[in-house]
C-alpha cells in the first residue's frame, strides 16, 4: 500500500473514530467502513462492510449517501432459491475471492434472473431481498474495476476451478468464440471461426462435467490459437489426469498419442465421415435405444485405439430421402447414391476407451450440454461486449458469466431431478 493511501486510512481513522480498511480494486483504491456483526442463527460474527469511496492523493471521491426513496418490497423467492443451490460453491468462492466473491455472487445472480447489462446491474440488483442482506458494491465504475481485479487473478480463478474439477472424471471440452472490434483487446486476435470467416475474434474454452451436468471451467485464449493447442495449454495448467474428454471434430486432424498417453486421459473424439481409417461396410454387432432411436454398433481396433461406428436407423432413412430428392432435383446421380449409401446414418468415434458402444456414445451425446451452454454465453456476451474495454475486464467477466452458467444447469439439475424438463424452464 502506497504511503499517501496509509496517510489518508490514518486521517480518517482518527476523524471518525470507527473501524476502516482499504481495498485495492484493479489499479485504485476504496475507502470502506468495516464492523462485524453477531449472527444469532448461525452463532458467529460476520464482517459488514460499507462502502464510503474512493481514493485519490487528493483525498476521497465520495460515494452517494443519499437515496430519493427507500425501497419496501422486494423480489425474495427467486434469488433465495438461487442462494440455497449455489451453496455448495460459496466458500471456495469466498477462499478464492475473500474481497470480491459477494460481488461475484450479486452478479452472477441478477445475470440469470434477467439478463441484464452491467450498467443496470446495480440497480436491477436492489429489488431483490438479498440486497439487504449482502451489502456490495455494483455502480458501472466499481463493476469496471472489479472485472478487471478478476480477470487479472488467473491464480485465483485456477484455485476456484479446481475445486469444481476435483470430483469429475468424464469431462467434456469445446472452444467457441465471439468477433470482436476492439482495438485495445490483445485476445482479439484474427483466427478461423465455425463459419470460415478471418476475423478479428475471443476464443473461449469450456470444460463441462459431464456426469454432474454442471460447467468446470471457462478459459478466454487469443483467437488465433486452435482447437488442440487450447486443449494442451488447459491439460497443462490444471494437472488433469485420469478422466475421459471428450472432444469434437476439429482434434481430428492432430496427433494426440502423446498428450494422451502422458496425461492419461481418455478420450472419445467422433470423426468426420471421409476420415480414411472408417470403414463403413463392417457388420453391426449389437444395438441399443437412445431416445426412442435405434442404434447399432459395431467396434474396431485400430493400433492403441478404437473405431466405434454407429448407424441411427432413423436418420439412415432420412438421409436416403433427402439423397433421392436431390437426385431427382439433378443435384446427386445414381453412381453417386451407390459410393454414399454405406454412410447413411453412420457416424465413428475414435477411442482409447476399451469399452461397450452405448457408454462411448452417451458420452460423446452429452456435448450436447456444452453446446447448450455456448449459445447461452455467447447471447450474453453480443450485449456487454462494448463496455469490456481490455483483456483483463474480458477475463473477468468471463468468470462471471460462468458462474451465472452454473447456477443455470444445478437449476435444471433439479428439474430433471423432480422430472419437471419439458413442464418448466429454468428461466420459470
Known sequence: MEEWVKQILKDEKQKRGEPLEVKKIGQNYYLYQSTTVWVKGENKRKKVSKYIGKLTERGIVRGSRTKRYVRSIYEYGNAKLLIDIINEIIEPLKAAFPDDYGEIMAMGIVKILQPTPLKLIKSRWEKIYLSREIEVSLSPNIISEKLRYIGSDWSAQREFFGYLLRESKYLLFDLSSIVSYSENLKLAEKGYNAEHLYLKQINFALIFSSEHNVPVMIKAIPGSIRDIKSFKHIVRSMGIKSCVVVLDRGFASYNRAEL?????????????????????????????????????????????????????????????????????????????????????????????????????????????????????????????????????????????????????????????????????????
Open 260 to 428: 494422451m498417453k502422458e496425461k492419461e486421459i481418455k478420450f472419445i473424439l467422433p470423426l468426420r465421415r471421409n476420415f480414411e481409417a472408417i470403414e463403413y461396410e463392417l457388420e453391426m454387432e449389437g444395438s441399443f435405444i437412445y431416445r426412442k432411436r435405434e442404434i447399432n454398433w459395431v467396434k474396431k481396433e485400430v493400433g492403441e485405439n478404437f473405431i466405434y461406428l454407429y448407424e441411427d436407423v432413423k436418420l439412415r432413412a432420412e438421409e436416403e430421402t433427402t439423397f433421392i430428392e436431390m437426385m431427382e432435383d439433378g443435384k446427386r446421380t445414381r453412381r453417386d447414391m451407390i459410393k454414399e449409401r454405406k454412410k447413411f446414418g453412420k457416424i465413428a468415434i475414435l477411442s482409447n476407451i476399451n469399452g461397450s458402444g452405448e457408454e462411448v456414445y452417451l458420452l460423446y451425446k452429452q456435448r450436447e450440454s456444452v453446446e447448450v451452454a455456448f449459445d447461452a454465453m455467447k447471447n450474453e456476451l453480443e450485449s456487454d461486449k462494448t463496455y469490456l474495454s481490455d483483456d483483463d475486464a474480458v477475463r473477468g467477466y468471463f468468470f462471471i458469466s460462468f458462474i451465472s452458467l452454473y447456477i443455470y444447469f444445478r437449476i435444471l439439475n433439479i428439474l430433471r431431478q423432480k422430472n419437471l424438463i419439458g413442464k418448466m424452464s429454468p428461466n420459470e
